[in-house]
């Protein structure tokens, strides 16, 4: 009797076991579901707002959940380089046509006051100092749209290991009277063309010095992968034993950049100072490009700063 009625109390227990069993998996799944549609959300808001920097997580995912993560993740990133490629040679093409045209218009205004000023009957006359102020004006206007030829005739990078930490300290001297804050690891060692690097870290800084800045920080921010592993050292390094890519933040506390030009400081001929160029970060924006980098502004500041420049590697 005993034993007749203790079946079917155990075949209950297990038929609840297993009912619980499949109501967990259900909601595991379920859950699981709505956290692929939030990161894909995430993505398609990313996409929309032109910010293709975007690095979702894989860590949860399945084998091929994740697999497809990380190619959308590094999709994401040649977008950018692509949209920024075809920016800089867009900006390039019109340049090149500008400085063209400019410069055969400006030629016989040159020439022409020239010869006028050095004729003897023009000394000393009412239309001298006119000719005179054409004439610098020509050669003034002549030097500065020549320095844009520099957007288009950069020579090749040559890159190579370069240690962070030290080609910092080759740039400080430069700017003794700023008072440095410096966070970078010895170990890190980034793949550039030093003297291209030294160029981008100069304009910066003198930007920094124009706004009337008086602090300067730089630090390290190594981005974190997924996949990445970390070194007998404690850096972060990739499956292939190589440091892992990172940015430098270089930031001021000198005058912020309006709100209403952050998306235009990297247009050639675009500037805010009076006897600006407009070419120091139109071309940093190249040089880092052509090296498969970047250089942005950041949309929030490093804490205690006014304006941060984010260069990617």
């Known amino acids: 009797m005993a034993t007749a009625f203790a079946a079917p109390t155990l075949t209950v227990l297990v038929g609840f076991a ?31 707002n032109h910010d293709f920097t975007f690095h979702l997580p894989t ?19 040649e ?25 055969n218009a400006l030629a016989p205004i040159n020439s022409i006051s020239q010869a006028y000023l050095s004729d003897p009957s023009i000394k000393g006359t009412d239309l001298e100092e006119g000719l005179q102020a054409i004439h610098h004006t020509g050669i003034s206007l002549t030097s500065f749209v020549d320095s844009y030829r520099k957007l288009t ?12 930490a030290d080609f910092i300290a080759t740039v400080r001297p430069l700017y003794s009277g700023m008072q440095w804050t ?50 007998i050292d404690g850096r972060s390094k990739d499956h292939t034993g190589t440091v892992s890519k990172g940015k430098l933040l270089v930031s001021n506390n000198g005058t912020p950049v309006p709100a209403d030009v952050r998306n235009e400081i990297f247009i050639p001929f675009f500037t805010t100072k ?17 090296q498969g980098g970047d250089i942005m502004l950041a ?13 990617v590697f």
């Open 18 to 48: 297993m009912i619980l069993f499949i109501v967990v998996i259900i909601y595991m799944m379920i859950r699981h579901q709505r956290r692929l549609k939030l990161m894909a959300w995430l993505m398609q808001e990313a996409i929309k």
């Open 59 to 77: 860590h949860g995912l399945l084998f091929g959940e994740r697999a497809m993560q990380e190619a959308l993740n590094s999709f994401g990133e």
């Open 79 to 103: 977008i950018a380089k692509q949209v920024t490629m075809n920016e800089i040679e867009s900006w390039e093409k019109l340049t090149r046509v500008l400085t063209h045209e400019i410069m």
């Open 153 to 164: 005739q950069l020579q090749a990078p040559s890159p190579e290991n370069v240690s962070l």
């Open 182 to 231: 410096i966070s970078i690891p010895e170990t890190v060692v980034v793949f550039t063309d030093i003297n291209f690097l030294r160029q981008v870290l100069v304009n910066l800084i003198k930007n920094a010095v124009e706004a009337c800045a008086t602090k300067i920080d730089i630090r390290w921010m190594t981005i974190n992968r997924d996949n990445a592993v970390k070194g």
């Open 274 to 290: 009076h006897r600006g160029s407009g070419i120091g970060l139109p071309l940093s924006k190249k040089i880092m490009a052509i």
């Open 299 to 311: 949309d929030i500041p490093l804490s205690g700063y006014i304006t941060t420049f984010v260069i």
